[in-house]
Every structure is written in C-alpha cells, then in structure tokens.
C-alpha cells in the first residue's frame, strides 16, 4: 500500500492527467457528476454518488456503432469505433465497481460486445471507499463493501491522507508512474476507518433487505402476484430510474440518414418505456404494469436464474433518490415479498 497527503491530491490528479486522459466526480450546475479533469475543476471530495453512474464510461448513453457511404448502388461500410485511447476514472464508489462484474456479464458473454470490451480494457478504475454512506445506500444486502472497494486501484480518504492499494496489472502500471509521489506504508492506518464505514453501513435504514423470498419462490407465482395490481400505480413511465442505474443496460440501435452517409447509433433504452422491445405484431407489455413488473422481475428473478444467481442490483440507491413518485427497488421487492 502507498500514501500521499491530502494536500498533495491536486498534484496527484495532476500527474494523472499527464499520462492520460482523467475524469473524476465534479460539481456542474449544483450536481455532481464526473468531468474531465483541468485545472479549476474541484474534485468533489464529500459527495457520495454522482446522479449518474460511471456505467457511462464503458457503455454510454449514445454512441456510433458504424456509418455507410452510398455512391449509387456501392454501400461503402466505415468503422465508427473511438479506439483504445486510455483513460482513468477517479472516485468510482464500491457499488458502481460491483455493477461493472454485472455489466461484463452481459456484454463480454458471447457474442462479446467490441465497443463495451474496447472501453473496459482502455479505463483504469480508481475506486474510494465510502466514508459517509448514505440513509438510501444498500450495498451490503448485495455483500458488496464500501470499506473495501474493488477495482484497479482502491483508495480511502482518510484526515489527512489518501491510501492506495493497486488491485489489477492495470492498477500497478499506472502505479509504477506514481512511485515519486506516493510513499510506501503498511496500511495498517486505515482498519479504524474501515471498521467506522462498516458500522455505519450495517445500521443504515435499508441494509436488511432480505431476498429469500424472491430466490425461493418460484418465478410464475411472484408473476403472478396480485401485489403487482397496486405497487405500479404512480409510475409514470418516465425510465429516470433506469436511466441512473449502474445496472440498467438495454438498448436500441438506430439509423440516421446524414445525407452522404447513414449512421447507425445504440442508445440506451428503458423497459419502462411504451415503445420498448416494440415488434411489427405490436407490444408485448401493454400496460405500464406489466412494464414495472418487468423491471423488477428482470433484476430480482430472471437476471439471477440466468446468471448463477447475480441480482442485478447494487444497492447504490439511486432509484431510491430519483424517483418520482417515490417508487423504487427496495419497496418493490418487500411489497411482493410482504416482508
Ligand atoms: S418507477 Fe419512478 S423513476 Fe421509474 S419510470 Fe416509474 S416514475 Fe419514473
Ligand atoms: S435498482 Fe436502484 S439501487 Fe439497484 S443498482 Fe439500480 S439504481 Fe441502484
């Protein structure tokens, strides 16, 4: 483990920056969010959460996936692919660390997806352990630490000092960079600090969110729940809870006729919406209930049966904050549940 004194931090980003591109949480417009890295931008150091996620890195909102060239009846095919150019991103918490194993599940299962892949291997992850969780966090129902982090590299800010544990070859490369700035210690500095997170994130109001209901029970009888006639009324199917959530990774791909060329664009889409997976036949989920009920029965049932029981969830709360009409996950899974 290494150390550097927090007022150094601004040297660190520094050098960062020097060796490659570095994006880190920042306040813009009274919310934080991660910008790119340059002199002026304060790392926003007591914020938990960005209002998005950093999902947006590896698979973001809109991307061009290909473009054509028409010359009478020749179709020319141009990449579109932004390439390998490497990044970091600085103050990934642990929930938005843990959503990216839920991520790579998806997209680097075959058919592996080349645009996420390209960016998984380009990033480096810097992750910051959680000093001051918050009353809508529920990583640990999911066992995911905030006082221990993955990702390429972890860190804890503690008074005075940030540690640093690399985690990955990616981790100790950018690492070797650093070995003028950051000192070697034993790390035995931070177990007080750890042992405070772990406290206060084991009595946080919905750190007992228990899912035995919904891994014992089976799938047609919790789809068939009358629970599900109530629960979804006031969502107004406006997928802001999709759309901040690490986890959420549905997508439509489109055509848009520039003229000379057509492009071909993913952009993420929301089960919540009502043109989502629309066919020539129609809809099949007609209704805003049987398209809250998918939402939920994918990340809480059929995502773990498919997925050696991986819940897709990571308790970072976002829905929990953003919604609304006050809907969210936890009160979802306990309404069916009765818990
Ligand atoms: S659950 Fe809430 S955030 Fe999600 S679509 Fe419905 S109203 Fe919007
Ligand atoms: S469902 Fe809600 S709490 Fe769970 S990962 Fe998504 S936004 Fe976070």
């Known amino acids: 483990m290494r150390k550097l004194s927090s007022d ?38 007591g914020a938990l959460n960005t209002v998005r996620s ?55 299962s075959e058919p592996v997806d080349p645009y996420y892949r390209d960016r998984r291997e380009a990033g480096t992850v810097i992750t910051v352990a959680c000093g001051e969780p918050d009353t809508s966090c529920f990583c640990t129902a999911f066992g995911i630490d905030p006082a221990e982090p993955k990702g390429d590299i972890s860190v804890w800010l503690t008074d005075g000092f940030l540690y640093w544990q690399p985690r990955t070859d990616k ?13 070697e210690c034993d790390g035995g500095e931070i177990k007080s600090y750890q042992d405070t997170i772990k406290t206060i994130a084991n009595q946080l109001p919905l750190a007992n969110l228990n899912l035995s209901y919904w891994e014992n029970t089976d799938e047609k009888e919790i789809f068939a729940s009358p629970v599900w006639d109530e629960i979804y009324k006031g969502c107004l ?12 990774q549905c997508y439509d791909v489109r055509d848009f006729d520039c003229g ?79 818990d």
């Open 8 to 45: 150094r931090m601004s040297e660190l980003f520094e050098r960062l920056d020097s060796l490659c591109p570095l994006y880190l949480p920042g306040e813009k417009d009274g919310a934080v969010s991660f910008v790119r890295y340059e002199q002026g931008v304060d790392y926003a150091v």
């Open 54 to 108: 950093a999902k947006d890195f590896f698979f973001p909102q809109v991307e061009n996936i290909a473009a054509f060239r028409m010359t009478g009846k020749k179709i020319e095919i141009l990449e579109n692919q932004n390439g390998n150019e490497p990044f970091v991103v600085f103050g990934v918490r642990a929930c938005d660390a843990a959503s990216f194993s839920l991520l790579d599940q998806v997209f680097l």
């Open 260 to 338: 000379e060329t057509v492009r071909k664009f993913r952009c993420w889409d929301s089960c919540m919406y009502s043109d989502f997976t629309r066919m020539a036949h129609g809809n099949p989920r007609k209704t805003q209930k049987e398209r809250f009920r998918q939402r939920f029965m994918h990340k809480l049932k059929y995502f773990p049966e498919n997925n050696g029981g991986l819940v897709s969830c990571v308790g970072c709360g976002r829905c929990v904050r953003s919604c609304p009409q006050g809907l969210n996950i936890v009160k979802t899974a306990r309404r069916v549940s009765d």
């Open 171 to 183: 981790g100790e490369n950018l690492t070797e960079n650093l070995t003028d700035i950051l000192e």
């Open 237 to 248: 199917g406006c997928g802001l809870c999709t759309f901040v959530c690490p986890t959420c």
